[in-house]
């Protein structure tokens, strides 16, 4: 999942290399952490968020199949 994140990030940004995912378990739930270069993180974004709204529906529709509670977290 973790590299899910990545993939997508670093697809949409101009500073692929800048990219980081940081995964921490609480309880039940998965924390994806994902920082840009503060250029990228407008692209990361989008338009009123419809961008990272996306990228968190992908990740969710993942987590499904390994019956997994994922957030995803810009920083």
């Keep these: 999942m973790k590299n899910l994140v990545e993939l997508i990030a670093k697809a949409l940004v101009d500073h692929p290399e800048e990219v980081r995912v940081t995964e ?22 989008g338009k009123q968020g419809r961008i990272a709204k996306a990228i968190r529906t992908v990740v969710a529709a993942a987590a499904l199949q390994e019956d997994k509670r994922v957030t995803v977290d810009i920083m």
């Excluded at 921490?24 to 974004?45: M, R």
């Design 24 to 45: 921490t378990v609480k309880d039940h739930s998965v924390v994806y952490q994902l920082n840009v270069a503060p250029g990228d993180a407008g692209k990361i974004i």
